[in-house]
């Protein structure tokens, strides 16, 4: 089976979103957690997740490019999505940068981990929430039940008068 440019994108992007919000639940209890094991193995995952945001990033023209021209796609979805994703993206690897500076630093001063695991953790929560942000943009594009109905974006009904 030969896979086409939405198929790829819908296979790697699921792991920066989710992986981020696994991320947050681990630097939360790592900086509670007195194990140096333990930190460097959640600042290492941090930084495998924040580098896995390049994957989607680098998919996401072909799976435009797939998809562009399909019935019911909005274009002017995609771009937000695109805009969303290009930001998400651009956290991530910071998160990862800092995630793995974090790591070099603690090897020779160990006492930096309490102050370089909470700027972690912060960045890591902003990241989350790009990349919820992106993922919900993302699935606009085709699943229009999940549309600002309200906002006027394409694709769905007008509010009717007393359904707020």
């Known amino acids: 089976m030969i896979w086409n440019g939405a198929q790829l994108h819908l296979l790697v992007n699921h792991l920066p979103v989710v992986g981020f919000m696994g991320v947050i639940a681990a630097l939360a209890v790592?900086?509670?957690?007195?194990?140096?094991?333990?930190?460097?193995?959640?600042?290492?995952?941090?930084?495998?997740v924040g580098l896995s945001a390049l994957a989607p990033f680098w998919t996401g023209e072909p799976a435009e490019e797939t998809i562009e021209h399909l019935p019911g796609v909005d274009k002017a979805l995609i771009e937000e999505h695109e805009e969303a994703a290009e930001f998400a993206t651009v956290l991530a690897v910071v998160t990862a940068v800092a995630a793995a500076?974090?790591?070099?630093?603690?090897?020779?001063?160990?006492?930096?981990?309490?102050?370089?695991?909470?700027?972690?953790?912060?960045?890591?929560?902003?990241?989350?929430?790009?990349?919820?942000?992106?993922?919900?943009?993302?699935?606009?594009?085709?699943?229009?039940?999940?549309?600002?109905?309200?906002?006027?974006?394409?694709?769905?009904?007008?509010?009717?008068?007393?359904?707020?």
């Open 101 to 164: 500076g974090a790591l070099l630093l603690q090897r020779k001063k160990v006492e930096s981990l309490r102050k370089t695991l909470p700027a972690v953790f912060a960045l890591s929560l902003i990241t989350g929430a790009a990349m919820a942000k992106t993922a919900h943009e993302g699935g606009k594009i085709r699943h229009p039940e999940i549309r600002d109905i309200a906002a006027g974006a394409s694709g769905g009904a007008p509010a009717k008068d007393g359904d707020d």
């Open 30 to 48: 790592a900086m509670f957690i007195r194990s140096l094991d333990v930190r460097r193995f959640v600042l290492a995952t941090t930084v495998v």
